[in-house]
Structure formats: structure tokens, C-alpha cells
């Protein structure tokens, strides 16, 4: 190994890595490429967030309406209705 290579091994650069053969020019490219779709993926996060959040909020009602239809159900079968259950009746007469 070269002292060059260690020097360069014991400083760290804190300028961002050139690919091979970019120009100033390319980098700014590339550099505004990413930005892009950073700011395009941000957007999407956002959008699933509110979405998300949407979907929970109808979720929370669905279940709170399961729940009152079971506590009605519950009150219907436990209430003497009049209703039996077919199990219970004895089978028809055949003619």
C-alpha cells in the first residue's frame, strides 16, 4: 500500500462520491433525479397515511356496529320470542 492510500483511508471525505466519468453537470442530473423521487415517494407516504387512517376510522365504526348487533342478538334469543329453534321441533308428519 501506498501512503496515499493511507492518508485517504484516515481522512474521511466529506464530499459526496463522483461516479466514474460524471461530469459536474451529470451529478446535478442525478442529484436532482433523486430529489424527484424522494419528493414523489413523500407524497405516496403521505397519501397511504391518510388512507390508512381512513381505513382505521372504518374499521373502528364496522366493529362498533358488529358489536351492537351482537348485543341485540343476544337480547333478541335470550328474550322469550316466541321462536324456537329448528332443531328443537319434532319433524313433520308424512303423508
Known amino acids: 500500500m501506498t501512503s496515499e492510500h493511507n ?8 464530499t459526496p462520491q463522483k461516479h466514474r466519468g460524471d461530469s459536474d453537470q451529470q451529478q446535478q442530473q ?9 419528493a414523489f ?7 397511504l ?4 387512517a381512513d381505513l ?9 356496529a358488529i358489536q351492537m348487533l ?6 333478541t334469543s335470550s328474550a322469550d320470542s ?3 329453534n329448528p332443531a328443537d ?3 313433520p308428519p308424512h303423508y
Open 7 to 14: 492518508n485517504s483511508a484516515d481522512k474521511p471525505d466529506s
Open 30 to 38: 442525478r442529484i436532482t433525479e433523486l430529489e424527484t423521487r424522494m
Open 41 to 47: 415517494l413523500e407524497d405516496t407516504v403521505d397519501t
Open 70 to 75: 351482537h348485543e341485540k342478538l343476544e337480547q
Open 56 to 64: 382505521s376510522q372504518q374499521f373502528t365504526l364496522a366493529k362498533r
Open 82 to 84: 316466541g321462536i324456537k
Open 89 to 91: 321441533e319434532a319433524p
Open 49 to 52: 397515511n391518510t388512507q390508512v
